[in-house]
């Protein structure tokens, strides 16, 4: 609100929030804290602090700014970042204690309201401080105030366990807010702040049913977002690179300890991973449920359709046939893939993926990658209905794949490596889309009319190939399938011996299936 | 070629979760435990 | 073959940010509470220092290989983190017990002479933290009251 501050009321702030602080950093707070707390309420009453709505929100917005003002003037001491410290924990203590005492112990309501208008406080003067300090501003302050919050309501307490999935929530979508996009000064305090070990024990672990994933993944999602157009070209400076590898290792942590949730958001994080970052997406892809045994896919004569999990359909938590838009363009493609009319459809599928002619960015990539799920996933259904597997038999002769061959040759060279990159992104751990999609490139390969399109589907597997671990289970299954299989002729190809060290690449590939 | 995985100081071949050491996106080495906060019963906060 | 693409105007100016925050990177302890005695001070060591944690230190079986005057500072030394908790374990392991009005810990060091319900009452080894040293005591009581 921008009226005015009655007269007084910042120093009157000010005098409570170092009585406070004293408070909070002597002994007895330390032994008993609900009794200096209570003794406390008392005197913020009597400053009138409580009296209502207006001037707690002004309480905490002078007490907030006094804290970023600390941080400003201490700045090059980095000996007073103790000094900063103990202001901001205590200045964090007492809300947490207002929040957790607020309102009737069951009423939760009274808690959140207080909760969140914190959290709106701070991210409104962060996102001021920004735009005023520009290029000086100073992600300290903020850091701490949201991590020491984060870690005091996530403490062991019966009256904050009750409200545990309101706070992951109001903090994911206080962080949501500060997406590095719109506050990229406090980028790393960011990353630091959503894979903080406690943040994503609570929301991923301890929130139970699995109900912090959604909104764990929309955090990713705005974090890929925010890197894509620094990752997409080869050489990244040294800012970017730091932030990259840190998303390595947030990614590398959830690969290990929870993947499941890479296997169920992997759609919606590939939309926004830059074609080009093969191994961070190599990454997500490699990711398989934990109670699954991956049988290794160099053991000869693997019957991978023999395989007990490679009929289950992997769980997809992004609604990919909600992103086939517009409208119109949906309801042709139901149209002809039930009766493969209007004709027309297969001539305009170019059309209507393309969005511009500007090279490098002429398609919708999210578009690409929702169509050849849709078709895939009804080829899946339809091979299903007749009790059949996807085979190289089963999937042809099909709408569905008359689909696939269209934009095989009807696309440009940029367009058919984005509808390469689609199928390839299906190419996961044993499971029904695995299966039909593995099944689906390598048909691609073996009925291509230019030897164009055989290259680049050799270029699509193989650069997923050549980069450092981690590979996903379907590419490497599909790549020994291609070069092992005499079906495919692949060592008949001239690009098989472009180059020496090409050629020397794929035998040692070949070597290690034999 | 992209990073070697295995170097960015996470032990990815422990049993254990590697969550709660996680010494955080910029750190090469997991947390110690002396950097971990725990809920150790109150009477251990002898300050 | 998508090929580099140039930064748009909204993408420098990010960047410009970024590169700022670079050199005010958050460091670990930012996001610890502060430590009463010993904060997280990296300091270079010869590189023929062990630079790394050596490996299962963060488990109760390493601890119990620790001496009790190593378990004791990292009890008195690093309280609220998981080191002090390890400690304890380890501790209670070699049969040591906390007494939460003294903040002390004791250990039998006979059998007690008398043991009821509320209390045992006998000859102890106890820990003084202000001396820094193991001490006997002749005929303490321990109240069960007291143990943690």
């Known amino acids: 609100t921008d009226i005015e501050d009655p007269p007084g009321f910042a120093e009157r702030t000010e005098f409570l929030l170092k009585d406070w602080i004293t408070i909070y950093h002597t002994q007895a707070a330390g032994r008993d804290p609900i009794k200096a707390f209570s003794i406390f309420v008392n005197k913020m009453n009597a400053y009138g602090i409580l009296k209502g709505d207006e001037p707690l929100t002004r309480f905490f917005r002078h007490a907030t700014q006094c804290c970023i003002d600390l941080t400003y003037r201490n700045m090059t001491d980095p000996g007073l970042k103790t000094k900063i410290f103990q202001w901001i924990d205590a200045y964090v203590r007492l809300i947490a204690l207002l929040v957790k005492h607020s309102g009737e112990s069951g009423n939760s309501s009274t808690k959140l309201n207080l909760l969140n208008k914190v959290l709106g406080i701070v991210v409104g003067i962060l996102l001021q401080d920004q735009e005023v300090h520009g290029t000086a501003f100073q992600q300290l302050g903020y850091n701490r105030i949201f991590i020491m919050l984060f870690l005091e309501l996530s403490a062991h307490d019966p009256v904050l366990e009750n409200i545990s999935l309101s706070v992951i929530t109001a903090f994911c979508h206080t962080f949501h807010i500060l997406r590095p996009s719109l506050a990229p000064g406090f980028c790393y305090s960011w990353l630091e702040l959503i894979s903080h070990r406690v943040f994503i024990g609570r929301i991923l672990a301890s929130i139970p049913q699995q109900k912090g994933w959604s909104m764990y993944s929309q955090l990713l999602i705005d974090l890929f977002k925010y890197l894509a157009p620094f990752l997409r070209n080869a050489e990244l400076a040294k800012p970017v690179q730091h932030l990259y590898k840190g998303t390595l290792r947030v990614l590398l942590v959830l690969l290990h300890d929870f993947p499941e949730f890479l296997c169920d958001y992997h759609f919606g994080f590939c939309d926004v991973i830059p074609p080009n970052c093969i191994q961070m997406r190599n990454l997500i892809l490699s990711a398989y449920p934990r109670n699954m045994r991956l049988p290794d896919p160099f053991t000869p004569n693997l019957k991978v359709d023999m395989l007990t999990d490679i009929g289950g359909a992997p769980r997809i938590f992004t609604n990919y046939a909600a992103a086939i838009t517009p409208q119109s363009f949906k309801k042709d493609l139901d149209s002809y893939l039930k009766a493969r009319s209007p004709v027309t459809f297969l001539s305009e599928l170019r059309s209507n993926l393309q969005i511009s002619n500007e090279p490098g960015s002429r398609y919708n990539i999210p578009l690409m990658n929702a169509l050849v799920l849709y078709v895939g996933t009804q080829a899946i259904a339809h091979i299903r209905s007749k009790n059949l597997g996807p085979t190289m038999a089963t999937i042809v002769h099909s709408a569905h794949m008359d689909i696939f061959q269209n934009l095989a040759v009807d696309l440009d060279n940029e367009g058919r490596y984005l509808f390469l990159n689609a199928i390839a992104n299906q190419l996961r751990y044993p499971n029904s889309h695995t299966h039909y999609f593995s099944c689906a490139i390598l048909y691609l390969f073996v009925e291509a009319n230019s030897e164009a399109i055989q290259e680049q589907i050799t270029r699509v597997l193989l650069e997923r190939l050549i980069v450092n671990r981690p590979h996903p289970w379907g590419l490497l299954i599909t790549f020994i399938e291609l070069i092992k299989n005499p079906q495919y002729k692949f060592w008949d190809h001239d690009f098989v011996h472009c180059a020496p060290e090409i050629e020397k690449l794929f035998e040692s590939v070949a070597n290690s299936c034999m | ?47 | 073959p998508l090929g580099p693409s140039p930064l748009q105007k909204e993408h420098q100016i990010q960047f410009q940010m970024m590169e700022a925050a670079y050199y005010h990177l958050p460091t670990p302890s930012d996001s610890e509470r502060l430590r009463t005695y010993l904060q997280r001070q990296p300091v270079p060591t010869p590189q023929h220092y062990p630079q790394q944690q050596l490996p299962h230190s963060d488990t109760v079986e390493f601890f119990q290989r620790l001496s009790p005057e190593t378990l004791f500072f990292v009890f008195y030394y690093m309280e609220g983190t998981k080191a002090q908790y390890l400690a304890a374990k380890a501790l209670k392991k070699q049969s040591w017990r906390f007494h939460t009005k003294y903040m002390m810990w004791f250990q039998r060091h006979e059998e007690p002479k008398i043991i009821n319900e509320e209390f045992e009452q006998g000859t102890y080894i106890y820990f003084d933290y202000e001396k820094w040293g193991q001490r006997k005591k002749e005929g303490f009581t321990f109240e069960y009251k007291y143990l943690e």
């Open chain 2, 1 to 47: 070629m992209g990073q070697d995985l295995m170097a960015l100081g996470l032990n990815l071949t422990s049993v254990e979760n590697l969550y709660p050491s996680f010494g955080g996106p910029f750190a090469d080495s997991p947390a110690r435990p002396q950097d971990i906060d725990y809920n150790v019963p109150p009477e251990y906060l002898i300050n």
